[in-house]
């Protein structure tokens, strides 16, 4: 009987202990957004939203007059980004494709750790190669005197999301039931067909996910940009331009900054905006997914 | 895992934090922090101080300027580097937080403009430089050069540098917003070396290899003079620097909060003492003399 009370008891205590593990990582998420929102609002004593967001114009140190204005630097984060989605996109799934459908199972089982260990590659290391390897080579293809610029961001940024997207493409194909790809080719599908038409719609919610989870990793990586980029604060106007993203404005300014001014105050606001932003995409991502798999069932 | 494990495991982290508090605790280095252009000089006059005095530990930082003098209002450093002057309204934030700021000269800095060793060119005036950086000239050929686009290279705004370009060079206007912000002075030199448009600047500290003397190569340090009529002196040049004859020198600052005390009032007197400065010549600096070095004897009392 009394053995019996222990066991529920210590039942309990560990259903409590995850429970709490659970409700820790909202509240770190809800702490860092009231942090965020604390830090950010105050700039908006000094700067008036609407000017913040459509000023292009990013000088705080000015000698004549600060001016805060960061839509350069929404249109770099931007500009880079999709840059390195369109280069990731169709090199991951055609890679993911490959390992789960074509590639015989001992390639497979050699590339995909490989592929996984890509992404253990510290930021530095690869911007450190937009310096001194992706940049000459665009110099020279696009016959300007420098490679530092958001076409050079976004290889880079494509390369590190590649192992996210690829790793979790492939397991979401390989978890299509084998009974799918089987129906497809007695029906006298081509294994393109079957690919094509059948494993890659039926994966399609986790390879949605896959490029969420990259486009993120890009969205918020700093340091590779911070170095490759050029950080100059001009308005993009086209890839081969230097861009300054808005990661690596708040990177290079953060640390130099007196504590409690608007200066300071309004690089947690390019914070704040750039949370919010990826925060949209996740919430598209997750309604566009739940939509498709409704239509599933 | 089991219990017994689980067990080991808690132990052997306890004993792990333990330590590391206790690691921290024990030491207690002098923190000197900011300065980019000065981080790899204080780096080796701190190693050679250290290599005399093993019981007085120093860690070295850059940053910028900004990050030193910031550090120092904040608590984080002891000794703070800058390559400018401090701007009065860091030195009003000092005293409302009661720091009071004492500064001593550490070395003269010719700032050095430096361009690809392709570009022909070979000098230029303080405002072709000011013009160019405005980006008020955005073709080599305005000032003599080729027909070549300017490509900007310039360190941030918690640079010194930066800052000291702006008020005596730029004539306190801003920056081009096409300027290549750099992360150090080390990555402007990587910059130009690759761009044969590249104009940036640096401490002269930087650019002299230090085995054989002379400037990197691949590099082109250029002529500065005042105005057109000025004759033009490299910053390699000892007498141009130390006589005020090239343009944009300027003194290599220490600061304390108030009168250095323990490790840093060893230091600092080691670096303006003859043993410091001739170290300060090695790295391709210029020592300190006359008025400036007066008052950094008056300072460390």
Not at chain 1, 48 to 63: A, N, R, V
Not at chain 1, 220 to 239: C, D, I, K, Q, W
């Amino acid at each position: 009987m009394k053995r019996q009370r222990l066991r529920q008891l210590k039942e309990r205590a560990i259903k409590a202990f995850f429970l709490a593990n659970g409700l820790l990582s909202i509240f770190v998420l809800l702490g860092i957004f009231a942090l965020l929102l604390y830090t950010a609002v105050p700039a908006f004593r000094d700067i008036k939203i609407g000017e913040f967001l459509t000023t292009k114009l990013w000088d705080p140190t000015s000698p004549l007059k600060p001016v805060y204005g960061i839509l350069s630097q929404i249109m770099s984060t931007f500009l880079v980004t999709v840059g390195a989605l369109v280069i990731a996109i169709p090199v991951g799934i055609g890679v993911a494709a490959y390992l789960s459908d074509v590639a015989h199972w001992r390639v497979r089982e050699i590339v995909k750790p490989v592929v996984e260990i890509l992404a253990g590659i510290p930021s530095v290391v690869v911007g450190f190669l937009g310096i001194v390897l992706v940049g000459p080579f665009l110099a020279k293809i696009s016959g300007q005197s420098h490679g530092l610029n958001a076409l050079n961001g976004s290889i880079l940024l494509a390369i590190m999301s590649l192992p996210t997207i690829i790793s979790i493409s492939e397991d979401s194909l390989s978890a299509v039931p084998q009974a799918y790809s089987e129906a497809s080719l007695a029906l006298a599908g081509s294994r393109w067909q079957t690919l094509i038409r059948v494993k890659i719609p039926a994966a399609l919610s986790g390879i949605i996910a896959a490029v969420m989870l990259g486009m993120g990793r890009a969205i918020g990586e700093t340091m590779t940009v911070l170095m490759a980029t050029g950080n100059a604060r001009s308005f993009p106007t086209g890839f081969f331009q230097s861009v300054r993203t808005m990661t690596s404005n708040i990177a290079i300014e953060l640390g130099e900054v007196p504590y409690y001014t608007t200066h300071y105050y309004a690089l947690f606001a390019i914070g704040l905006v750039l949370f919010i932003m990826t925060f949209i995409v996740n919430l598209i991502a997750d309604v566009v997914l739940r939509k498709y798999q409704e239509r599933e069932l | 895992m089991s219990n017994k494990m689980m067990k080991i495991a808690v132990v052997i982290q306890l004993v792990i934090a333990l330590a590391g508090g206790m690691l921290l605790l024990g030491q207690k280095m002098l923190q000197v922090k900011g300065s980019d252009t000065m981080v790899n000089l204080v780096q080796i006059l701190a190693e050679k101080y250290m290599e005399k005095n093993p019981k007085q530990p120093i860690a070295v930082l850059g940053g910028g300027s900004g990050t030193g003098v910031t550090g120092m209002l904040n608590g984080t450093c002891e000794i703070a580097n800058t390559s400018r002057d401090w701007k009065q309204k860091e030195l009003d934030q000092a005293w409302e937080k009661g720091i009071k700021p004492r500064f001593f000269a550490v070395a003269i800095d010719g700032l050095s403009v430096i361009v690809n060793e392709k570009n022909p060119l070979t000098k230029l005036t303080m405002d072709q430089v000011g013009a160019i950086y405005r980006g008020e000239v955005k073709n080599w050929k305005a000032v003599g050069g080729p027909d070549m686009k300017v490509s900007l290279y310039g360190r941030q705004s918690n640079s010194g540098t930066y800052v000291f370009l702006m008020e005596h060079v730029l004539k306190n206007k801003p920056y081009s917003t096409d300027m290549k912000e750099m992360n150090g002075n080390a990555q402007i030199i990587e910059g130009v070396l690759a761009d044969v448009g590249a104009i940036g600047y640096v401490g002269v500290g930087y650019i002299v290899d230090k085995e054989t003397g002379k400037p990197m190569k691949g590099l082109k340090v250029l002529n500065i003079n005042k105005d057109e009529k000025a004759e033009a002196f490299s910053p390699l040049d000892k007498a141009a620097v130390d006589s005020g004859a090239y343009p944009v020198s300027r003194p290599l600052w220490m600061a304390t909060n108030g009168t250095p005390k323990g490790t840093a009032a060893g230091f600092l007197a080691w670096i303006v003492g003859p043993e410091g400065q001739k170290v300060v010549e090695a790295e391709g600096f210029y020592p300190v003399g006359g008025k400036l070095m007066e008052q950094n004897l008056k300072n460390l009392k």
